[in-house]
């Protein structure tokens, strides 16, 4: 499966910077990853009113792996957590 990896930045509750990806479907409209961007942060409990479409970015496509493949079946998203998410991976 393919995937489109979004870039995605948004700041924390504590004016912190989050930094993590969001992993869709190929050819996935760039407006639902920023949906599925914002429904994450709100799971992690992070407001996501400050998330705008200029800090999710589409950055390439690439083959998915097995666990992202599962997480889009399950939630239709994946996230790729980086610098200040909870539980980096």
Known sequence: MKV?????YAKGNSGETIHFDVLV?????ALSAL??????LT??????DNLTQ??????????ASEEVIQD?????YSILQMEGC???Q
């Open 72 to 76: 889009i079946q399950e939630n239709g």
């Open 25 to 29: 479907p190929d050819s996935t409209e």
């Open 4 to 8: 489109d990896v979004y870039d995605t």
């Open 86 to 88: 909870p539980q980096p």
């Open 43 to 48: 799971e992690i409990g992070v407001s996501s």
């Open 35 to 40: 949906k599925f961007a914002r429904e994450w």
């Open 54 to 63: 200029d800090r999710c970015n589409f950055c390439h496509t690439e083959n």
